[in-house]
């Protein structure tokens, strides 16, 4: 875990000479919206002297998808400007498999679409837990696509794992094994 930007800490989960992962804290941005945003993982990933690609010309430094602010999990960025452009078209050629699991409020019925796979869905009473994989690595244009410009703000995901092939090694990443959903009714204690 790196303590940064005095008052935001990331984990690592893949740190090698041209691309780094990590993992995005719920409530955070990726990069910052205005040149002068803190706070953000981009920022943090500077203040500990990451070198990323593009820094001299972007807000977005290096970043090859982007989770929105209540959303968590993995994130990709690229730390050479030819990595950048080596993961930017394998993400344009759909070659980059996100793995996320998605919560929905149970009311509210995904649209088929070629962005997601669904791998498992479960019900929990009110909510519904999906496991998806998806070649869009843009949670909001998930959302949009899946559920709708109505329902898309009321999805929390959770980017778990993904499968990045570059030229030398198949890289999978992830904070955990894919695991079939539990099949557990949840109950709330009395008060």
Not at 36 to 42: A, F, N, Q
Request: hydrophobic share 40%.
């Amino acid at each position: 875990m790196l303590p940064v930007d005095n008052e935001l800490a990331i984990d690592l989960w893949y740190e090698g000479p041209t691309f780094l992962i990590a993992d995005k804290p719920f409530g955070v941005s990726v990069y910052p919206m205005e040149s002068h945003s803190r706070g953000t993982l981009v920022n943090a990933l500077l203040q500990s002297n990451r070198w990323l690609a593009e820094m001299e010309t972007s807000i977005s430094p290096g970043v090859i998808h982007v989770l929105r602010p209540e959303d968590r999990g993995l994130t990709l960025v690229a730390k050479s400007d030819d990595m950048a452009s080596e993961l930017r078209e394998l993400y344009q050629k759909s070659a980059i498999t996100f793995s996320y699991r998605v919560q929905v409020p149970s009311s509210i019925k995904p649209t088929a679409t070629d962005a997601v796979r669904i791998f498992d869905t479960h019900a929990y009473g009110e909510l519904t837990i999906y496991d998806i994989d998806s070649p869009v690595g843009n949670t909001e244009e998930v959302a949009r696509k899946w559920l709708g410009p109505e329902a898309m703000h009321l999805a929390r995901f959770v980017c778990y794992r993904m499968i990045v092939p570059t030229p030398t090694k198949m890289f999978q990443i992830g904070l955990g094994e894919r695991v079939l959903l539990p099949d557990i009714d949840l109950y709330t204690a009395p008060t």
